[in-house]
């Protein structure tokens, strides 16, 4: 018994001390997206969680020391009279730009294109609080749908000129960030139930794309697993 003990201390060991070597960070934020309207101020959120593993650069042959992955879902926005805005889990025009990982930070930190501080992010994320308005040179992508249930009738909004498709009473559009501890949202399937089938995503992704290269994929741009 007693070498039956002395191997799991030692396992216990060497796990806290991969532990303390290559710890790991989550932090929740609620992106919530405000539209103005002659009716008052239309909201709606979602709770996304943003984790990066750390480990040894040799298990990926020095190509890379951490992963990041986001787990969570679009907003989604009643704006009364069968109108709706949804901001996708992407950035810029045309969803060019699928790193929902970098929401929260470009809210708190100075980013610099093409620099990820991924580590250093999450890490300082996870023991922080506050709001922010949703920073950055590069906006959450919008959207709207005619028909909720037919993701071909999606139409791109523009951030800064919401009124060209909702029409001239939808005044502006602002987004914040806001560091919790809420649970993650799962409630976007319930107004858009073909989330989760790739075909139909796909159908929204064509229109939203419209050719320009990869981008966010048809499915993580409205729902991320954290995988």
Do not use: C
């Amino acid at each position: 018994m007693k070498w039956l003990v002395a191997v799991a201390l030692l396992v216990g060991g060497l796990y806290a001390g991969y532990a303390a070597a290559y710890p790991s960070h989550v932090y929740r934020y609620r992106m919530t997206i405000d539209v103005d309207t002659p009716a008052g101020v239309k909201s709606g959120a979602s709770v996304l969680e943003v984790k990066t593993i750390q480990y040894p650069s040799w298990v990926t042959l020095g190509a890379n020391n951490h992963s990041t992955t986001v787990r969570g879902e679009a907003v989604f926005v009643d704006l009364g009279n069968g109108r709706n805005l949804v901001a996708l889990l992407a950035l810029d025009r045309h969803a060019a730009d699928g790193r929902a990982s970098l929401f929260a930070p470009r809210s708190f930190f100075a980013i610099v294109e093409g620099n990820p501080f991924n580590v250093k992010w999450t890490r300082e994320l996870s023991s922080m609080a506050g709001r922010r308005v949703y920073a950055g040179n590069k906006r959450p992508t919008l959207v709207t749908f005619a028909d909720p249930k037919n993701p071909a009738t999606v139409r791109e909004v523009a951030f800064d000129n919401p009124q060209d498709v909702l029409g001239p009473d939808i005044r502006s559009v602002s987004a914040w960030i806001d560091l919790t501890k809420d649970p993650v949202t799962e409630s976007l399937e319930a107004k858009l139930p073909w989330i989760s089938r790739f075909e139909a995503a796909e159908a929204a992704w064509r229109v939203i794309r419209q050719g320009k290269g990869s981008g966010g994929a048809p499915l993580q741009i409205f729902k991320l697993r954290g995988e």
